[in-house]
């Protein structure tokens, strides 16, 4: 698949699971993105800070397979190498991470999305080439346990009409707070804990994806 055809794609999701093995109630990565794929899912990204770059390869060469079957984007957290030996459809770069120009040369056909935490630094991202970007993180959040800032559903309202690309929104957003993002203007949504944590994966994903479609 070619960069435009994975953008086409990328513009008509709308929950966005994210992966993260020890917040998953026991489960295995592999199991939850059973779950999210049988929910309708038709996006994930592999996301695990702590692994080593070989067991993260081994386990993307499994996600690509079963995300070919069901017609789902991969994206891979961090790293461009992994994304392009596994084949995924695209990466996620941090502000410390891989510049966007840098990984633009590198994987010309990749997806890349940039995280951003201001209206400066999202605006920059999407200078420097990103396909879209994260606005977050929102709400307080297991997965940032270093972060002391939230920036709350009003910077999508601020940072959103802004943007030429794509946003995802994410940080803390769960089925119980998730229509204050989609009010002040989300409609692409990241999850870890809101999805991965769920008694019934694939049933939460169903009933996020139902919200979501509520304000189209």
């Not at 038709?42 to 079963?66: H, M, N, P, S, V």
């Amino acid at each position: 698949m070619n960069r435009k055809e994975r953008l086409a794609r990328l513009k008509q999701i709308d929950i966005y699971p994210v992966t993260c093995e020890r917040l998953s109630e026991g489960r295995t990565n592999l199991e939850v993105l059973d779950a999210v794929l049988a929910g309708g899912a038709k996006i994930i990204q592999l996301r695990e800070k702590d692994w080593g770059k070989k067991d993260l390869y081994e386990l993307a060469i499994e996600f690509r397979k079963r995300t070919l079957r069901h017609n789902a984007l991969l994206i891979i957290n961090d790293h461009v190498d992994v994304a392009l030996a596994a084949g995924a459809d695209g990466v996620h770069l941090g502000q410390e991470d891989l510049p966007i120009t840098v990984a633009r040369k590198i994987g010309p056909d990749l997806i890349l999305g940039a995280s951003s935490h201001s209206l400066q630094e999202a605006l920059q991202a999407e200078e420097d080439g990103a396909d879209y970007v994260n606005i977050g993180p929102i709400f307080p959040t297991k997965t940032k346990n270093k972060v002391s800032r939230f920036l709350g559903p009003n910077a999508i309202r601020e940072i959103g009409p802004r943007l030429r690309v794509p946003f995802t929104t994410m940080g803390g957003i769960n089925q119980h707070n998730i229509h204050l993002v989609l009010e002040a203007g989300a409609r692409r949504i990241a999850m870890v804990t809101g999805i991965t944590q769920a008694p019934d994966i694939a049933k939460r994903v169903r009933e996020l994806k139902k919200i979501i479609l509520s304000y189209l």
